[in-house]
């Protein structure tokens, strides 16, 4: 670990005490897990979680000024120090070796100006000095303007520490308006304990199973950390005995599959890319013991449902999560184990270190890319941030960190409840013990139409005013969110998160916050349910996922700073959706306005041609030749193929065929052999010949083409593809 200057009680605190800025930290998850438990506790009435909230998230601003005034304790010990050294080299410039240096100095300009036979120009010979009390006076003036600015910092420095000190003391002030609340407030915290929730009967198998979790929670974490430690320091001492090496290897191996083995690969890599791939094993493993719980727990509570207070799923649901949260701690001391060793002594003082890691300051390496947002510069690697910054980077990788984990727990739960209901021969509740009602074909006839307005003949508009007007529908959303919250002190803005870790989800996995509030966010998921809808009209895939996939690409490409943590085969966060969406609107709007105008031009153009051709002699026109392919099939055909090579891929994959494959059977394109060119066209229609009565078939629909897998079939359609997005481009 770095050297660090030891902080001592300056500035204006009354009672100098200086609080361990660990302990700091690992009380600000904890108020961030409260927080994180009240936005989704259903059962307080609103009144009472506003209020909640509000005591926590001032209990957030106390210990986060705290962490900033810590910060500021730090840069006065180093200014102070930075000042007594400009000090003394005033001292050294008034002494007799630092006149003998000002003079050496001097007569080596004299030298080099001699040496340089009138190369210098004049104002480069008016800072030699005259004479030999000059360079004296010269050398000295230098480091008292050295001083004056170090002493000029230290003053600016100390203001903002009172200043930071007061601010603290009016919120211990404020602190005693919440003692009316802190019984009701305790009592709630005391109700998201496990055994509140757990029946009597159950808590020894629950209390089991939690030990479980832990088990293997410390197993996972403790395999990756000494390999990831010994990854980022190849030349230091190491902490892994040779012995024990082979034992975590085939524990991780074993336990993690594909992604333990790439652990081992011998390839070099930079610190923040070795921190990546450690912690995302870590997450991996934690997932894997985070699935085996929750199925085990779902098991006691299907054989105990009358005894639950809640839906069995979401029972299990509810442990999982209090275990998932409380690893929010665990990884922040993963990540300070991995980056530095320490060397616990046996004073309090040295058992709060070890506790607690109050002298460690985070590398640059766990904020940069791809482990955070920062640009990577491995020069910049082991640069250690100040006190402030090492505790919101550690929590802020935690909470991203546990969200992935959430993000997973989800995606179980709905493939529970997909199975539950499957098994169900009555129509399953939602999990609140309330009956999901359906609208009737009679009753949705019988609603009131507005007049004017046919449902079954729609109002022709342009594709760029379409998506003006989702750019208002969603800018408004964003200026909303900015209203209630300009600074997002309360955590209020509306996130929305995504994993790509499995491959078999085209549009990836997607996990929303809540937003201003429950309606707040519903409005937000029909906007962008019918956003996704226009983008993608036809063709399977859930359209919410679909639009925030597509915003997510789009960010991508354009390395928005709405991104944290965001990797194409990732995920990441999308910090502001609202925002984001509204953006990749205007986007849209401004590719449809272009290809309007292209369009005009060439209907424009074409009507000219027309009349020109219509003034010619009957004996002077000729016929022409009738287009193979329509403008509607070249038109799908060039978009398709420029989406699938939106990201800049080399080449379009098997599977984003099937799909551009099957828009092009739902538009009736077919059969391929009549779209297809020259050479292409004339094997396939040969291989229909030849296979029309054997198993094998003819090829009559672009998906069977593609399902074939024949590579010169292949070509030819990429080539059709390729080809129909050049003429539209053009």
Known sequence: MSDLPKVEASGNDDDGQIPNPGLLGLELSVVNIHIDELHSDDSLPQEKRHLYLQYYFHQRESLQRQLKTLALRERVVLCEKALAEKESAVAFARSDAGKAKAHERWQRQLTGAALSSGSKNAYEMSRIPNSSEEAEQAYIREFEIERQNAASSLSTVRSELDASILFSKSLDKSEAGWNVHLAAIKEWEGMQDWEQITPEGLRPSVKALRKKFDHHAWQVRRSTEVFCYEALHPQGPSQLKPEDAPKYQKYLV???????RRLFTSEKSEPPTIFKKYLDAYRAGVNIVVSVIFHELLEIANQHAHVLPTHPIRWAKRHLQMLIRSERSDVKQWIKAVCDHQHPGYSPEDIDESLYWGQWRAPRFVHMQPAGNTSCDPTHSWIREDVE??????ESQGAHFVALLDVALDRIVDETHIKFA???TSIPDDGNGQKTPQMSESAHRDLPRAKGIHIDEPIPISPSDTWRAFHQTFKALGDEELKFEPENRYDRWLRAHVSYEDQSLEYGYWLLGNGLNEGFKERFEVAA???GITLR???????LEI???????DLLEHRSKLLFAATRDGGGIITRI????????ARLEKTALETEVRGLGERSQATVHSRMQSAKSPDTRKSGRKPTRSDQFVGLAGRLWLEANRNGNSIVTLEQLAEIASRLDEQSHVPPADYLEGKWARDLKAFNSKNSNSKTGAIQTWSRLVAVADKDHLRGMRKLLSRSSKRLSQ
């Open 389 to 394: 910054r090492s505790q919101m980077i550690l």
């Open 422 to 424: 499957k098994q169900k």
């Open 254 to 260: 074993t336990f993690l599959g594909e992604t333990g």
């Open 578 to 585: 609202c925002e984001a969406s509204a953006i990749h609107c």
């Open 529 to 531: 349910t019918r956003a």
């Open 537 to 543: 009209p036809s063709g399977m895939g859930p359209r």
């Open 547 to 553: 639009w925030l996939h597509d915003v997510f690409l």
